[in-house]
Structures are given as C-alpha cells and as structure tokens.
C-alpha cells in the first residue's frame, strides 16, 4: 500500500538557497525540452520522447554554457523530463492540456527518487531529519503526523509554495492491512451543481461559504495589478495575495478532509458509488468559477477513494448520465418535466412516491450498483442504461454546466 505524508521543512541558508537551485534547474530542464520537442516536431516532423531529452540532457551537461546543471541531483532533473513526459502522455489521451511553462512565480517543485534516509530524533519525535543526495547535512522536517512503524521511501517531492513556505512530500510504501468489510449496502453520493452533495441516507452537507472571500480576493488583484512590475512592494502584495488564496484553498480542503472522514467512517457500508466527473468537458469549459467548482469536488473523489480504501471500501465511479433526477427511484420512471433545476421536490405521477431531487438522485446510483451482477467493474465500463436519457441529459446539462 502507497501512502503520502506531506511535512513542513525548515532550512539553513545553505539548504535554502540549494534547494532554490533545484527547483530552478528541474524547471529549466522541464521547458528546455518541451521548447526543444516542440521545434523538432514543427520543423523537423520528428517526435522526441524521454529517452531521446535524456540523451540530449547528459551532452548538455558536458558544455560549459550548462555546466550549471551538474551542481544539482541528476536523478532530479530526469524526474523533470518524465513529468514532462507524462504531461505529454496526458495531453495524446486527451485528459490534459497542452503542457505548458513552468514559471518562477508559481509554486516550484522536484523530485528525489532515490537514495533518502529520514531519521528521527530520539529525544523529540516531532521533529526528523531527512537525507537527499547533493545535500551534506539532513534537513529539519516537522513531524505532524504518527508514521507507520514499517515503511519503504519510495520517493520524496520538495516543494516552495508561493507564499515561500517549504515542504516535503514523502511517498512511502507500507505493508498491506487487510482489511475485511463484509457490507453489502451502497452509499450513492450526488455531487451537486453548486455546492452540496447529497447522500443516498438522506444527507447534505454545503461546502463552506467561499463567496464571503471573493471581495477581499478581488481587491489583492487589483491592488497587484497597479504595483510596479520588479518593485519590492509588488513582491508584497503578491505575497499578501498568495497568503490568502492558500487560506480559502485550507478553508476548503479542511472541510473536504472532515466530511470524507465522516462518510468513511460513519456510513458502515461496503461501496460508495459517485458520479465519473467530466474531465474533457470541464477542459473545454472557459469559466473560471465552473472550473474552481469541479476542482472541489475531483479533489473531494480522490481524498474519499483513498480514506475508503483505507477502510476496505470500494469506491465505484458511475457514469455521471446515471445519476439522473428525472427518474424515479423507486419504480424507474423517468420523469422529464423535472429536468428544470429549479424543481427541488416532486411527486412520481406512476408509483406516487415523493421525491427530494438529490436525495433521489443518490438512490439512483446505487440502485445502479445493486443492479449489477459483477463486483469490482472498471468505470470504464459502467455505461448509461438508458442512452436516449443519457443524451438528454447531456443535453439538459449543457444548459446549466456549460
Ligand atoms: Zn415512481
């Protein structure tokens, strides 16, 4: 079992400004070949793939203009060539977009994937050091959180966020617990347009109020914008700006940690069912606001599917057509004139059972699960039953999503 714990650092001088030196030389590497793949694909029709910047990279580093980049981990800055692989990779399946620039002002990461030590210190568990090539002495990490008694380093990511806070992500490969659950029931979850979701036992929890921050959000931008590009009171109030985005940013995935614990936890269930969130969609999307939204709630499936399967729960994704509100739970009939959004509550004209729009919905996806006769599908291969009400729906959403 893999499992990521992410600490805070604290660096000497000497660390700090090595550690800068990664973060510049991955991302140096990391443009330097997407530029170089780019040009040899428009004016050479040729496409270049890791093992071809790998080669480039080794003779790169034997010139004196680049000498530079052997004063950092070289294993680093092939981490950087197949993150830009798979940036690549992503963008050919269409589920990402074209990879583009790093930037310096953005938050700057890399990645250590081999040789790290993280001792402990003995008198003050809290406290650890953690070992990395190219760095003599050990770096102070934060200990926050209880680690496993047995664990294998994987790998370790440094990151320097924008509000120049430093931190280190260490994946760790901990022996598999099984753990039995015998349940057979189905929690349905319907991740709401705006900013609820809804469960199959009734139900709802709102997302935080984030509109309260958008003012103040609003007027740091603007505030940003008239500061003199390069002045020391630019750096500021980007500073300032960045502070606050990360504290909306904790608003929201302290919430996000509580009620997936809660779920988890409390729901004693053997599969949670969710809609598959539509990634091209939301790529195609321009709104911002929209695509804040999906972030909150793709965050939110990928912090429910590794708390579930921590507690032997299998998290099915449904196609997101099957969560539909027109049709009825109980008998299956499907209902068109509830395709307004505005219709919250409504009544089945052929069984009479009476309806809360998402708490329906949530039932819906588990009847759909409790349909299936196999166990454990792929959501790939979970289809809509109904593709005249899947087009509709697509249709209907459209409308509201975008
Ligand atoms: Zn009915």
Same mark, same amino acid.
């Given at each position: ?15 700090? *400004? ?92 890399? /990645? ?24 003599? *002495? =050990? ?98 109030? /980007? ?92 008998? =299956? ?10 219709? /919250? ?46 087009? *509709? ?10």
């Amino acid at each position: 079992m893999i499992l990521t714990y992410k600490f805070r650092i604290y660096l000497t001088k000497e660390q700090e *400004e090595k550690l800068n030196k990664h973060f510049g030389c991955a991302r140096f590497v990391y443009n330097f070949f997407l530029n170089y793949s780019s040009i040899m694909y428009k004016k050479m029709n040729i496409s270049t793939n890791y093992n071809n910047w790998a080669c480039v990279l080794v003779r790169l580093k034997k010139t004196d203009k680049y000498a530079w980049l052997n004063e950092v981990n070289s294993q680093s800055l092939q981490q950087s060539l197949k993150d830009l692989e798979c940036a690549f990779k992503n963008f050919f399946k269409k589920q990402a977009k074209h990879p583009k620039f790093k930037k310096k002002k953005n938050r700057q990461t890399f /990645r250590v994937p081999q040789h790290i030590q993280l001792y402990m210190k003995e008198e003050n568990p809290k406290y650890g050091y953690i070992f990395v090539p190219k760095f003599k *002495e =050990g770096i102070k990490v934060r200990v926050h959180r209880t680690l496993p008694d047995t664990f294998k380093i994987k790998n370790v990511t440094f990151e320097k966020t924008t509000t120049n806070k430093y931190y280190v992500s260490i994946v760790m490969e901990v022996p598999h617990v099984q753990i039995t659950n015998t349940s057979n029931d189905v929690l349905g979850i319907d991740l709401g347009i705006k900013d609820t979701i809804t469960l199959s036992n009734g139900e709802k929890y709102n997302l935080p109020d984030l509109k309260k921050y958008e003012k103040r959000l609003k007027r740091l931008h603007r505030q940003l914008s008239k500061k003199q590009k390069g002045s020391r009171n630019r750096e500021k109030t /980007r500073i300032r700006l960045a502070r606050y985005i990360e504290k909306i940013n904790n608003v929201k995935n302290d919430w996000i940690h509580k009620i997936t614990h809660k779920i988890v936890s409390e729901s004693q269930v053997g599969k949670i069912v969710v809609e598959d969130l539509n990634i091209k969609g939301m790529l195609k999307s321009e709104k911002l606001a929209k695509y804040i939204h999906w972030q909150s709630w793709n965050k939110f499936i990928v912090i429910l599917n590794y708390k579930a399967k921590r507690n032997g729960i299998e998290l099915i994704k449904a196609d997101r057509f099957y969560a539909s509100s027109q049709r009825c739970s109980v008998c =299956g009939y499907v209902n068109k004139e509830v395709k307004n959004l505005n219709i /919250r509550k409504w009544v089945c004209p052929v069984c009479g059972t009476e309806h809360d729009r998402d708490i329906n919905a949530a039932i819906n996806l588990t009847n759909y699960v409790l349909s299936q006769e196999k166990v454990g599908q792929e959501l790939s291969e979970i289809k809509p039953v109904d593709h005249a009400l899947a087009a *509709e729906r697509k249709v209907n959403s459209s409308v509201t999503m975008g």
